[in-house]
């Protein structure tokens, strides 16, 4: 299967490394997962696209301040089991795409859909708030 572009909404599955792995010295995710890309720039003459994504998981926040629960439609729309999903806002992942995390899904398509526009513009908001007081860590994974 070809590989997606990547854009803003577009939920995709991916080797996530969490911050706290990455403290500790980890470089590789130990779980691939749906996350949503939430930046996608073109940076050099290249055709590099810098990006960002938030990871999409089954455990309910500790801090509700740090995610956004899933809507169950928005969990079917995009193939994902029936439990209940959601979104980090306060830790990321930055790469250049496709990078080496990209992961493809049992079917061999590399994307599950996109989200729906009012939850990407709340996960964005969300994303821009915790930034401004310092809540979201974003781990680079070119390194």
Known sequence: MNIPTP??????????????EHDQGAVEGTKD???AIVVAVPR????????????????????SGTSLE??????????LDGARH??????LNRFTWPGYDLRPRPDG??????????L???LRQAIVEAQKIRRARV???DD
Not at 10 to 18: A, D, G, T
Not at 86 to 91: A, L, M, V
């Open 7 to 20: 854009r803003p909404g577009l939920v995709i599955r991916y080797s996530f490394l969490w911050s706290s």
């Open 33 to 35: 997962r749906p996350c």
């Open 44 to 63: 050099g003459e290249g055709g590099q696209v810098r990006t960002i994504v938030a990871p999409i998981t089954h455990r309910p926040p500790e801090d």
């Open 70 to 79: 899933v809507p169950d439609t928005v969990c079917r729309s995009l193939g």
């Open 86 to 91: 959601w979104i980090r806002f306060d830790e």
């Open 109 to 118: 398509s590399y994307h599950y859909g996109m989200l729906p526009r009012g």
């Open 120 to 122: 990407f513009e709340e």
């Open 139 to 141: 781990v680079p994974r």
